[in-house]
C-alpha cells in the first residue's frame, strides 16, 4: 500500500478533504530522504567586485582575484553576478534582508519575514538535535522567525562547542529538564487564560489573539523537542573545546575558529541549517600589510592604496571559506562528501559598499548537488531577481515550492543534478 505523502487529499462526493501530518509516514519519509544541508555567509561590508566576478560569463571565464584563491573547487561552485533582492535598499540596514529578502530593511516601519534557513527549519529541523544554528562575529544575525523576529546569535565559538557536545554535569541537566519542564506548565497557564479571553474577542483582535496562539503552540513544539533532545547523549568528537581569540582584531583566527565548529556541527548532523555574519569592524584588522580601518577600506572610494589594502582584507576572508569547504570535501557520508549534500551560500548584501548600493550583489553558491563550473552573469542595469536562486536552494532541500520573497520561480541557468 502507499502510505500518503504530506499533500496527500482524499476526494470523493465533489468534497476534497487535506490529510494531516502522520508522524509514522513523516519519520519513514525522513529516513529515506538524503540529508540536505543549508550554510549561508554574508560579508556585511561587501567584497570588491573587480577581485570577485569574472569579466566573462559562461564555464570558460577567466578566474579573478578571490576565485583564483579557489580554483581547485571551480566545478564546486556558481557565481552569480547582476542580481539582487527588488525593492531592498538602506545601505548596511540590507544584512536585514539578506536572507528574507523583505523590501525596504530602513523604514520606520519595517518588517521582517521568515529568512531562508527558518523556512528550511520549520520543514525539518526537528531530524536534528538543533533546527538551526545563527552565527555572528560580533552582534546582529542573518536569521529571522515567521513572525519577523530576529533570532538569537552565538559569537563564541567556545559556546557553540559546548552547546553541540557538552553534556555538563548531571545536576546542571536536572536543572535544565526542570527549565524546560517549567517552561512547558507556563505555557499551558497562559494558553489556558488567552482561550477564556477569546469569547469576548471580535474581528481583528480575535485575529491578533490567533496569531498569538501560533507563537506558543511553536514555542511549545520546541520546548517538547528540546525535552526529547536532552534525554539523548551528545555526539562525541575527537576535537577539543576551542579557546576563544579575545582579540577580536584577529579575524582571521576568530573566523577560522567559527568555520571549525560550523564543519562541526555539519559533520555530527547536529544541525544542517547554519547561518553566519560576518559583520567587520571599525578597527585595524590584524592582517599583515593592512594598517587602515576595515570599514574605512570598504568606503574606498576607488582610492588605489585603500583598495590594495582591501583586497588583502577581502583575501583572508576568501582564504578561509577555502578552508571550510576543504574540510566539508574530505569529510564523507553514505551519499558522498559534505559539499556534496551542503548548499554553501556566500556573498555580500551590498553590492558596492563604498557607495551603500544594494545592487549587483556578489554571490557564489558552493556545493549542494547543482551542476557548478559557471558565471551566470545578468544584466547588470536591470537586475535578475535573486530571490529566485532560494526557490532553487529549497527545492533541492525537498520543499515542494514555487515562491519565496519576491520569487515566482527558481534561478535561470542553475541546473541540479540528479
Not at 12 to 31: I, K, N, Q, R
Not at 334 to 356: I, P, Q, R
Request: charged content about 25%; glycine content about 8%.
Amino acid at each position: 500500500m502507499t502510505q500518503p505523502n504530506r499533500r496527500t487529499i482524499l476526494r470523493g462526493c465533489g468534497v476534497a478533504l487535506a490529510l494531516p501530518f502522520f508522524e509514522s509516514t513523516t519519520a519513514a519519509a525522513a529516513a529515506k530522504r538524503p540529508r540536505r544541508r543549508i550554510v549561508a555567509i554574508d560579508v556585511g561590508l561587501g567584497l570588491h567586485a573587480p577581485n570577485m566576478i569574472p569579466q566573462q560569463s559562461g564555464r570558460d571565464y577567466e578566474l579573478p582575484t578571490y576565485l583564483k584563491l579557489l580554483a581547485e573547487f571551480r566545478n564546486q561552485f556558481t557565481v552569480i553576478s547582476g542580481a539582487s533582492h527588488p525593492e531592498v535598499g538602506g545601505g548596511h540596514s540590507s544584512y536585514k534582508s539578506y536572507l528574507t529578502c523583505a523590501p525596504h530593511p530602513n523604514s520606520a516601519g519595517f518588517r521582517n519575514t521568515i529568512s531562508l534557513d527558518q523556512l528550511a527549519a520549520t520543514q525539518y529541523g526537528s531530524e536534528t538535535r538543533f533546527a538551526s544554528l545563527s552565527l555572528s562575529s560580533s552582534g546582529p544575525g542573518l536569521s529571522w522567525s515567521r513572525s519577523g523576529v530576529e533570532i538569537p546569535t552565538l559569537t563564541r565559538p567556545s559556546f557553540v562547542f559546548r552547546k553541540l557536545f557538552l553534556a555538563g554535569k548531571a545536576d546542571e541537566q536536572a536543572r535544565q529538564m526542570q527549565r524546560l519542564q517549567d517552561g512547558q506548565s507556563v505555557l499551558d497557564v497562559v494558553m489556558d487564560k488567552t482561550k477564556r479571553l477569546q469569547k469576548n474577542l471580535t474581528g481583528r483582535d480575535r485575529e491578533k489573539l490567533d496569531q498569538y496562539f501560533e507563537a506558543v503552540r511553536e514555542a511549545e513544539r520546541r520546548l517538547a523537542k528540546a525535552e526529547a533532545w536532552e534525554q539523548k547523549p551528545k555526539p562525541h568528537v575527537d576535537a577539543k573545546p576551542p579557546r576563544d581569540e579575545p582579540d577580536s582584531k584577529m579575524i582571521v583566527e576568530c573566523m577560522r575558529l567559527m568555520y571549525d565548529v560550523m564543519h562541526l556541527a555539519l559533520e555530527t548532523d547536529s544541525t544542517r541549517f547554519l547561518t553566519y555574519n560576518i559583520s567587520g569592524m571599525n578597527a585595524v584588522p590584524v592582517i599583515p600589510g593592512v594598517d587602515a580601518d576595515y570599514h574605512n577600506l570598504s568606503h574606498h572610494g576607488k582610492d588605489p592604496d585603500k583598495i590594495a589594502q582591501l583586497t588583502l582584507v577581502e583575501s583572508a576572508l576568501i582564504q578561509e571559506l577555502r578552508g571550510f569547504l576543504k574540510k566539508l570535501q574530505e569529510s564523507t557520508e553514505e551519499e558522498g562528501s559534505l559539499l556534496d549534500s551542503t548548499m554553501v551560500l556566500f556573498g555580500s548584501n551590498l553590492g558596492n559598499a563604498s557607495s551603500h548600493d544594494t545592487k549587483n550583489m556578489p554571490m557564489l553558491l558552493a556545493g549542494g548537488g547543482f551542476r557548478h563550473g559557471q558565471h551566470l552573469a545578468f544584466d547588470r542595469d536591470n537586475n535578475y531577481p535573486l530571490p529566485n536562486l532560494f526557490v532553487s536552494m529549497l527545492q533541492r532541500l525537498g520543499m515542494e515550492t514555487d515562491t519565496f520573497g519576491s520569487a515566482s520561480g527558481t534561478m535561470t541557468g542553475l541546473e541540479r543534478l540528479a
